[in-house]
């Protein structure tokens, strides 16, 4: 087997032997984080963007059509939005994460005074965006926020007696 310097895990440049990955430690396996190229990320974003988008205009296109009903009142609407989120998020979260999301230490908070920690900070939100998988699981997490406002909006409308569409065209969304 021949010597390689691959990116792991925590993108730590590391010498491995081809096939062997840090975390698992076994030879020939490599772990599913290092594994996960950026095709699989760019067709989870555009699948996920996809079905959002379809199921958002099948509502606004025909809002009163039987099968627009039937898949509004099924809650199963959001598994694929939901699998597609945690299969990016688990493949996003690294040692530093939770220090980029919440800074501080609780020594330094109960240092005297009104001294608040664990707020996020605008460099530590930049450079945990600024990785492709995290800013893909927020891309999801926000398709998944608008399609559950999109089917929350055309339920009330359609109990009321409005569509989508109309509430949209006034100015009430």
């Known amino acids: 087997m021949q010597n390689l310097t691959l990116r792991c895990c925590n993108k730590v440049r590391l010498p491995l032997r081809e096939g062997q990955c840090r975390r698992s430690q076994i030879t020939g396996a490599r772990c599913l984080r290092c594994a996960l190229p950026t095709h699989v990320v760019s067709a989870t974003i555009a699948s996920t963007s996809i079905y959002c988008a379809s199921v958002i205009g099948l509502m606004i296109a025909a809002p009163?059509?039987?099968?627009?009903?039937?898949i509004v009142s099924?809650?199963?609407?959001f598994v694929p939005m939901a699998l597609a989120y945690a299969f990016l998020l688990a493949h996003s979260w690294q040692a530093d994460t939770l220090k980029?999301?919440?800074?501080?230490?609780?020594?330094?908070?109960?240092?005297?005074?009104?001294?608040?920690?664990?707020?996020?900070?605008?460099?530590?939100?930049?450079?945990?965006?600024s990785r492709g998988v995290t800013a893909a699981s927020l891309w999801v997490h926000l398709l998944a926020i608008n399609l559950?406002?999109?089917?929350?909006?055309?339920?009330?409308g359609l109990e009321v007696g409005h569509s989508e569409k109309d509430r949209y065209c006034e100015g009430k969304i």
């Open 148 to 156: 559950f406002s999109a089917r929350t909006i055309l339920r009330e």
């Open 100 to 129: 980029l999301i919440l800074p501080g230490s609780l020594q330094e908070g109960f240092s005297g005074g009104f001294n608040p920690q664990f707020f996020p900070k605008l460099e530590g939100i930049m450079s945990l965006f």
């Open 74 to 77: 099924i809650d199963a609407l």
């Open 64 to 70: 009163r059509a039987r099968v627009t009903h039937r």
